[in-house]
């Protein structure tokens, strides 16, 4: 290995302008790709993530940057006849509807709201509107109320529920056109499409803005000239799902999930039809789950969708008969964030272990991805060698084969142990995927682990998803069971395959994985370390204060006045008597959905027994930590508590 004393490359510090691609728009020719481009922006008082738009094309040329500036550049869409693009920028301080032509220019704006953000744009068919969601404003009444300090809010009740728009085009308005409201009620819309007439658009909405009102989305379809806000109701598809008009106008693809609804996302697109009648269930995709349809083809007869495979993702075509899908991509790249054209062309970013993000293109006549744009590194990233990363398996104890990502410290040689951190992903239905191990992870910052000679175990165990529906529901009724002696066997077989140092494991993860941490600390004394992130700690409280109150009784099978039992055999706080395992809690302290007192609650319990134990708040986040130089912070810490504690080194000043 290489020598400890150098200088490290491979910091969060020097990886926090990784590029990062986020949205893909291919042009209704299938000759040029949109994308946005992350990137952070630093400044005395500013800490933030932008993105900013570019155009790819396939025939000639290096990609062009459309925006620039300090401000947020997302969501672009082409005009049907490719002419014009629309975009969603927030350079008048709230996001609102901008456009611009094709071939670059000053951008205009459609829409001015300066207390709500406008999300989630769309052309008509024709071109000549543009619908939107938008959150409500406050009213002056509202404002007037909270100014007077008289604005008590009624909890469960007291709603800003997000509704459906539309604005004419125009080109350079001196008077911005006059939008018109769709949709209004205490109803809170979170998808939408276009009929190909352009006289009605499918929505799906929830009751209320709650997290937990997934499980009672609906399918419903709207006039577009406001002729009434009434949806007319079509289905009750319970999933986090967009509706996808076909190219006849006919049906709307809209993934649904399986009945009873969990938690563990099981489903499949269905169609259905606009006029009444009955759903045509597609089939299932290997994974059971594959999310929302991407689009058609052009001439109807399939929906696309992407399906979680392992460690990888693939594109796959539904035939609308109900026939057994194709695969439409078979390689090793992790791919995301697809879109496809009215033709079936789909682009999508993909990357693997050494190959960082970049944007494809599929044809569908020949079923190629075709390479479009990478974004280049930045100028100042570590000129040193990449930490070498596999998907390794194992056996549980009850045979069932486990998966993982192992990344090997920077210069590794065989015959070495060495110190071994396992990284926990969220979830628990999440997944560690084949992304570029150079990119920014939430939590793990795996290459500067690397680079300071330890091997990172990512294990994605029974309850992640990418593995099938029956492995996926595998820890239901049974979170800290099989999913925690999954995770100890890998470490077991890294020590037995002459990798990992038993004497010097940590462990860490964030979420759900902040529940496992906090677990299995819980459970054994053979880590040195632990790295508890925004971790469900105490799952009796969890269920009172959480946005998802209906989200453990899902996986325990009962509320806790049903079954108290379950609740104190699957909860870590209860089980923290004799923990000795040195801790760091990182948490945001506006997070609903894993609420910061889960980790005071666990902190608490911690110090009281005597057991070195750190907390860190991190202000104006939420479940995520999204400012960078908070996340800069997050992951010095967490790699800083790690070397003090697995290798008995003194923090960095």
Known sequence: MQDDTRAYKWSIEHRIAYPNLWEVAPSPDGRHVLYTVQEPLLTEEKSEFINHLYLASLDDGEPVQLTFGEHNNTSPKWSPDGRYIAFLSSRSGKANVHVMRAGGGEAWALTRYDKTDVSALKWSPGGERMAYLLADPPTEEKENAQKAKDDAIQWDVDFDFTHLYVVPFSVGPRTLPEPQRLTEGRYHVVGFD???????????????????????????????????TEPAEIAKVADWATPVASPDGGWLACHTADQPVRWAFAGRVVLYPVSGGDPRPLAYTPNGASGDAIGWSADGNETYVLDQSGASSQLWALPVSGEPGRPLTDTPLYKTVPAANADGHIAFVGQDFDEPNAVYLL???????????????????????????????????????????LTYPLGYEGGQRCPLIVSVHGGPAGVYSRSYVGALDHYADVPALAERGYAVLRPNPRGSTGYGREFRFANYHDWGGGDYRDIMAGVDHLIAQGVADEDRLGIMGWSYGGFMTSWVITQTHRFKAACVGAGVTNPLSFNGTADIPSFIPDYFGAEFWDDLEAYRQHSPVLHARGVRTPTLIQHGDQDERVPLGQGREFYNALKRQGVPVEMVIYPRQGHLVEEPRLRIDLARRSVDWLDRWVRGEAPRS
Do not use: C, Y
């Not at 352009?198 to 419903?220: C, F, K, M, Q």
């Open 194 to 228: 276009w009929l190909p007439s352009g006289d009605t658009l499918a929505i799906t909405h929830w009751p209320n803005p709650v997290v937990d009102s997934w499980t009672e989305t609906r399918l419903a379809t709207v006039p577009a000239d406001r002729t009434s």
């Open 363 to 405: 044809d569908p006549a020949t079923d190629k991805p075709v390479l479009v744009a990478q974004p280049p590194l930045p100028d100042d990233w570590p000129d040193a060698p990449r930490p070498r990363t596999e998907a390794i398996r194992w056996q549980a104890p009850d045979g069932i084969e486990i998966e993982g990502l």
